[in-house]
């Protein structure tokens, strides 16, 4: 009898094996690797590691740290969030575009740029803002020290912000306002209706949104490394980036075991989102008797309130690229003048374009950047069919192991792909970045290929196969020409992460192949501003150059798509 092997059949399985090899073995080998002495003594199994990280005198305040951190971003990002949805659904204020942009454009500018950007505003010892207040009311001090706790809280809380925002909007857009209206009519304050009903319907988006973020601030190494180290302020990012990177010899063993501590927190806190997300059923206020959102006259309110909402836009927005760009041309931090714009010069940008690694780490950014998205792109098409599409316990596996990564803290998961690489040929070599780039952004191409897949009903795919069609024949010629806004939108987001990517680069990354995101920490390191501002433009400008092209393509292969339908 003649058996063929259904690719359909295969497809599962097979991904399942690349995905978990992509998520779960770096994960196993940090395992392995916190009971391990050395990077060249794996297998040889002790405790040691785990005794010397957690008696550490200094562990305590760094845990001390890291809680007060991710807890206060939390706050500031789901305040923030709270009351600019709040007045985007449910109030007249003008310009309601605006909204829209500082959900989208901030996640464009990379965290180290934005982070570098606030000292170079706010640094004690030349941050322009603290110059000018010194030139205009003759202080003998700097008023303003960002290498500070708290300022590592506000600057990462505003980069959480539109995450935190792309939560709220939605639940308060689709909040029903008649039970405040009944609470109104019931003689209820403002204050009272707010506390008592608003806020406790809308519980289940609000600590998710807090959740969510202290995961991401848990994870983040811009903010801790550019603000924190300078200041002597260390959480458990910059804490293991220290071990690996500063002393004698990096400890691999030992950074695995703090490593492990970080992870175990971030999966329980995703954990406890998805369950947060899963009950939020229990909170529906919207039935399918009929629905009518009200709006909020905020009458002599609405002006000053949309200032301030402009205000914000300007610090996320224009802020960062507009004082990066400036001090790119200047030679040394100061007030802008009649003397500073006497003095710019290309001179930081020649430099760059002068130097070896600068432009190495560009090629290797644009390398990664296209190429990388490409295979993540190509990878996320199948693993978001087989979720869609082929429904079953598989597929099901299929999907926790591609989201999986999301849960992981990236210089961790950047500790577990050492510990994966080494004993290989791809140890120190540019297509070790590219793996842990694929497996750490997965997520980012799943998901809306995912969102693409369920609009395509299935009858097309029926319809192939009845004349003959087989599933790649059929993912080639029908399926994938539907994908196509899916396809570009993942390709976009994958290819600007992997551009501006820095948590894990920064334990990957070898002699040869250094990447933007590293070069720009390594120039802030030795406080080369000039150079690092410049770059920092370079990097930005790439990225929008590759999402401007994509969509363009994007664009263009839809509409010959459907011009041959």
């Given at each position: 009898m003649n058996r063929t092997l259904n690719p359909r059949a295969a497809l599962t399985p097979s991904l399942i094996v690349i995905v978990g090899l992509l998520t779960v073995c770096p994960v196993v080998m940090l395992i392995f690797g916190s009971f391990s002495e050395g990077l060249g003594a794996f297998g040889s199994f002790t405790l040691e590691k785990y005794t010397q990280a957690y008696t550490d005198p200094a562990f305590a305040g760094i845990i001390v740290n890291t809680v007060i951190f991710t807890i206060g971003s939390a706050f500031v990002a789901t305040g923030l969030a709270l009351f600019l949805a709040y007045l985007n659904t449910r109030t007249n204020i003008p310009f309601k575009f605006l909204f829209r942009i500082l959900s989208i454009i901030p996640m464009m500018i990379p965290h180290i740029l934005f982070s570098v950007s606030w000292v170079l505003l706010l640094n004690p010892s030349n941050g322009m803002i603290n110059l000018f207040l010194q030139e205009i009311f003759s202080l003998e001090g700097s008023p303003f020290n960002i290498y500070t706790l708290q300022g590592m809280i506000l600057v990462e809380g505003l980069l959480d912000l539109p995450i935190a925002y792309l939560i709220l909007a939605p639940a308060m857009a689709s909040f029903d306002v008649s039970f405040e209206e009944s609470s109104k009519i019931c003689g209820a304050s403002n204050l009272r209706t707010l506390t008592r009903v608003t806020l406790p319907v809308l519980r289940p988006?609000?600590?998710?949104?807090?959740?969510?973020?202290?995961?991401?601030?848990?994870?983040?190494f811009a903010v801790p490394s550019v603000i924190g180290?300078?200041?002597?302020?260390?959480?458990?990012?910059?804490?293991?980036?220290?071990?690996?990177?500063?002393?004698?010899?990096?400890?691999?063993?030992?950074?695995?075991?703090?490593?492990?501590?970080?992870?175990?927190?971030?999966?329980?806190?995703?954990?406890?989102?998805?369950?947060?997300?899963?009950?939020?059923?229990?909170?529906?206020?919207?039935?399918?008797?009929?629905?009518?959102?009200?709006?909020?006259?905020?009458?002599?309110?609405?002006?000053?309130?949309?200032?301030?909402?402009?205000?914000?836009?300007?610090?996320?927005?224009?802020?960062?690229?507009?004082?990066?760009?400036?001090?790119?041309?200047?030679?040394?931090?100061?007030?802008?003048?009649?003397?500073?714009?006497?003095?710019?010069?290309?001179?930081?940008?020649?430099?760059v374009l002068r130097d070896p690694i600068s432009l190495l780490s560009l090629r290797n950014s644009v390398f990664l950047g296209i190429v990388g998205a490409s295979l993540g792109v190509t990878l996320s098409v199948f693993v978001a069919y087989v979720i869609v599409k082929i429904r079953t316990r598989a597929a099901g596996l299929l999907e926790s192991l591609s989201f999986l990564s999301f849960s992981f803290p990236g210089i961790v998961v950047g500790v577990g792909f050492m510990w994966f690489f080494v004993k290989t040929p791809l140890y120190a070599t540019i297509w070790a970045l590219l793996i842990g780039y694929i497996a750490t952004y997965l997520p980012y191409g799943v998901r809306p290929l995912t969102s693409a897949f369920v609009q395509i009903h299935s009858h097309l795919e029926e319809s192939s196969r009845v004349c003959g069609g087989g599933t790649l024949y059929t993912l080639r010629r029908i399926i994938i020409p539907l994908l196509i806004p899916g396809v570009v939108s993942g390709w976009i987001l994958m290819a600007t992460m992997f551009v501006r990517e820095l948590t894990l680069s920064v334990v990957l990354s070898r002699p040869g192949t250094e990447v933007l995101a590293v070069q720009i920490f390594r120039f802030a390191e030795d406080g080369l501003w000039g150079q690092l501002s410049a770059l920092g433009i370079m990097m930005i400008f790439i990225s929008t150059t590759l999402v401007v092209i994509a969509s363009l393509i994007g664009a263009r292969l839809t509409k010959v798509e459907t011009v041959s339908q």
């Open positions: 988006a609000i600590l998710a949104s807090f959740i969510l973020v202290i995961v991401r601030s848990l994870a983040s180290m300078p200041g002597r302020i260390y959480v458990l990012a910059t804490h293991i980036y220290q071990i690996i990177a500063t002393g004698f010899a990096a400890d691999y063993g030992m950074a695995a075991a703090v490593g492990m501590s970080a992870l175990a927190a971030s999966i329980t806190l995703i954990y406890l989102y998805r369950y947060l997300t899963s009950e939020s059923e229990k909170y529906v206020t919207i039935s399918s008797r009929g629905y009518k959102p009200s709006v909020v006259d905020l009458k002599s309110a609405k002006y000053p309130l949309f200032g301030i909402v402009g205000i914000l836009s300007f610090v996320l927005i224009v802020l960062p690229v507009l004082v990066l760009f400036y001090i790119s041309l200047v030679p040394y931090s100061m007030v802008p003048s009649a003397k500073a714009f006497s003095m710019m010069s290309w001179g930081h940008w020649i430099e």
